[in-house]
Each structure stands twice: as C-alpha cells, then as structure tokens.
C-alpha cells in the first residue's frame, strides 16, 4: 500500500523488483520491462528490512557495503504484448495480466564487487547529466501518450536543474571517467 502512495517500504532497494509502467519498443514488439534479483545474495534482500534510524545515509551505506564486497546480478525481462485490448499501449494505469503473459528473460545484468558511490560520481551522474527515455534506439523507443508527455516535460525540467545547478547539463555520448 505504502509503495502504491508512492512512498518506499524500509526494505533493501537491491532485493526489489522494478518495472516500466509504460511500454517500449522491442524490436518488431511492444513490451513492458521489469528487473528482478537474480545471484543468491540480491534474492535474500528481498523484503529484507534496513535500520534507517542508525543514520540518515542508513541505505546508501548498506548499498555501498554490499556493492564494495559482493556484487551480484539481475534478469531484465520483457512482457510482450499479446492483446491491444488486455495489454493496452496508450493506458499506463492499466496493468499488463501476468497471467498467460509472463515476462520472459532476456539478458543478466552482473555487477562486480565495486565502488559504487562517491561525491564525484554524484556530481557527474545526478547534478550534470540528463537522461530520458529517448536516448536508445528507434527500436526501443517509448510509446503510449505517458511518454509522450514527459518527452514534452523532460526538456524544460532539464533545464530548470541547470540554472538550479548553475550547470549545463550533458547528454550522455558515453560512459563518463568515474573513480
């Protein structure tokens, strides 16, 4: 109920599913995406709880734990679409039936024991660098009248976080030089 208000249960972020409420492209296809836990290690955090009274950066610190000691990986997983009327594209609030349409696996996202965080990884990534839907290929372009409006809305609140930031920000042509 709580993530239904848009807030966030106290649970590791690292043991949840995430998923498109919009549809893509997928090549000749329509799909929805989610991304699920996959190694032992991310599937255990799954409703996990975390303290958040030791520290305000209680998350960000068990995710950098993790990050810096374990790695691990996830599936990324595509629902087609069988039926425009039970898998409606321009409908965002309606959801796609698992039933009789399951996501299928398409590829493993495996990540390295690493750094993950740093002050100048959030300068670069969150306070200079713009990313929208529409950065991908004309095969995997949004669709449905939600991504319509905010590739109408994403320019102007791009540029609303540069004169906040009194920074430009940059489309990304590659991954940028992180520590």
């Known amino acids: 109920m709580l993530k239904g208000f848009g807030g966030y249960p106290d649970t590791n ?24 836990p996959e190694s032992p290690n991310f599937r255990a955090l799954t409703d996990q709880k975390l303290d958040e009274s030791k520290s305000p950066d209680s998350i960000r610190e068990e995710l950098m734990a993790i990050f810096a000691n374990e790695g691990g990986a996830w599936t990324l997983r595509a629902q087609l679409c069988r039926d425009l009327e039970e898998n409606p594209i321009e409908d965002a609030a309606t959801p796609w039936p698992e039933q009789g349409n399951p ?5 493993t996202i495996t990540v390295k024991p690493q750094k993950s965080w740093s002050e100048e990884r959030v300068t670069v990534l969150n306070e200079q660098t713009a990313f929208r839907p529409w950065h991908g290929v004309e095969a995997h372009r ?3 009248s939600v991504m319509r409006a905010r590739r109408a809305v994403y320019p102007v609140i791009q540029d609303l976080r540069s004169q906040l930031n009194g920074c430009p920000m940059h489309e ?6 992180l520590d």
Request: charged fraction near 20%.
């Open 172 to 177: 990304p042509r590659s991954l940028p030089a």
């Open 142 to 144: 949004p669709l449905g």
């Open 13 to 36: 972020p690292i043991g949840d599913r995430y998923g498109t409420q919009a549809p893509l492209r997928f090549g000749d296809y329509i799909a929805k995406f989610d991304i699920v």
């Open 103 to 107: 996501y299928i696996p398409v590829a």
